[in-house]
């Protein structure tokens, strides 16, 4: 059975017309320091996709038992819970990302995405609606780490996923054989923020609804 049309646009607003980092403007602080590798913008990308799906359900779940006074702990717990689960399999199975990524998995748990989705979704919504919006905002947050990093990477290192891709800068092969040089410039969290600052330029530029607003 396929989604309604409603219930897609859950998943694909969040990805260009609405997404939470390009035109919301949130969850970038993770999103400038992760993406100078393409593997680290993957890994945060899917782990946000996670928390947010499976704690929207959690949150939906419980919404109409949790008491208002508290439901910012409960939602911050159903987090923490969730991302401590992230953390243990990335350090059970990838213990040098693990180790890149650092303090942003934690930081997953006040990211200013999986708050808001909690609280202005997921407390009014069904398990099945919030688990889509979980899936939407989150690919969101993902697929605009991804481009940047694409970008940081493949223009700063010649690499891409840790694989030379424009020839070897040592070897003089590739481009570095018609005088390319890396710009270390690209590595730097100014440049994420640059990079950030272009594809919302295009976004906008696309979407003519994006600039009236």
Do not use: H
């Not at 999986?114 to 905002?137: C, H, Q, Y």
């Not at 040592?170 to 410039?185: D, Q, R, V």
């Amino acid at each position: 059975m396929g989604l309604s049309k409603k219930d897609a646009k859950l998943v694909t607003d969040p990805l260009w017309d609405n997404n939470p980092i390009t035109v919301q403007v949130l969850g970038i602080c993770s999103a400038l320091a992760i993406t100078a590798q393409l593997n680290a913008a993957i890994v945060m990308g899917l782990s946000v996709i996670f928390v947010l799906s499976v704690g929207n359900v959690v949150i939906s779940l419980i919404r109409n038992i949790i008491p208002s006074k508290i439901r910012i702990i409960v939602q911050l717990i159903v987090a923490a819970a969730l991302v401590i689960v992230v953390d243990q399999v990335l350090k059970a199975f990838s213990y040098e990302l693990s180790k890149q990524l650092s303090v942003f998995v934690g930081l997953i748990i006040t990211n200013c995405i999986i708050m808001g989705r909690f609280e202005a979704f997921a407390l009014g919504n069904t398990p099945w609606k919030s688990f889509l919006d979980g899936v939407g905002n989150g690919g969101g947050y993902a697929l605009a780490l991804i481009i940047v990093a694409f970008f940081r990477e493949l223009l700063g290192s010649g690499t891409l996923l840790g694989f030379q891709v424009l020839g070897d800068p040592i070897k003089k092969t590739g481009l570095y054989a018609l005088g390319y040089e890396n710009n270390g410039f690209m590595l730097l969290a100014p440049m994420a923020l640059i990079t950030y600052g272009i594809v919302i330029w295009v976004q906008r530029s696309r979407n003519k609804s994006l600039i009236e607003e």
